[in-house]
Nanobody, 121 residues
Framework: QVQLVESGGGLVQPGGSLRLSCVAS????????MGWYREEPGKQRALVAR???????RYADSVQGRFAISRDNAKNTVWLEMNNLKPEDTAVYYC???????????????WGQGSQVTVSS
C-alpha cells in the first residue's frame, strides 16, 4: 500500500501563491501517476493536475496556465505550484497515486490526508 503525506496549503489573498508537496512511500511500480484532486463542500472531488512517472501532465481547464505540477521520481515527491489564486480555488486538496499512467477517480489506489487551501481577502 502506497502512503502519501502532504504538506503546504493555508490561507492566501486573491492573486497570491501557494505550494503543495506530496511525498510517497511504498511505491513498487515505476509506471505510475500522481497528482491532486480538490473537493469543495457539497461537490464531487475533481481532478486538478496529474503527472506521470514519464513526465506527462494534465490540468483542469480552470487551473491551466496558473498551476504547475512537477515531480522528482528519485525522491517520490510531487509538487503543485499554485499562482494567481482565486477565491474559487478554495477547497481541500488531496494528493493521489495510481499504478498506471491514466486512471479515473474510482481507480485511484491511495489518497493523501488532504490540505485546506483558502483564498480570501
Amino acid at each position: 500500500q502506497v502512503q502519501l503525506v502532504e504538506s503546504g496549503g493555508g490561507l492566501v489573498q486573491p492573486g497570491g501563491s501557494l505550494r503543495l508537496s506530496c511525498v510517497a512511500s511504498g511505491i513498487r511500480f515505476t509506471r505510475n501517476a500522481m497528482g491532486w484532486y480538490r473537493e469543495e463542500p457539497g461537490k464531487q472531488r475533481a481532478l486538478v493536475a496529474r503527472i506521470t512517472s514519464g513526465g506527462g501532465t494534465r490540468y483542469a481547464d480552470s487551473v491551466q496556465g496558473r498551476f504547475a505540477i512537477s515531480r522528482d521520481n528519485a525522491k517520490n515527491t510531487v509538487w503543485l505550484e499554485m499562482n494567481n489564486l482565486k477565491p474559487e480555488d478554495t477547497a481541500v486538496y488531496y494528493c493521489f497515486y495510481c499504478s498506471n499512467y491514466v486512471c479515473n477517480r474510482l481507480e485511484i489506489e491511495s489518497w493523501g490526508q488532504g490540505s485546506q487551501v483558502t483564498v480570501s481577502s
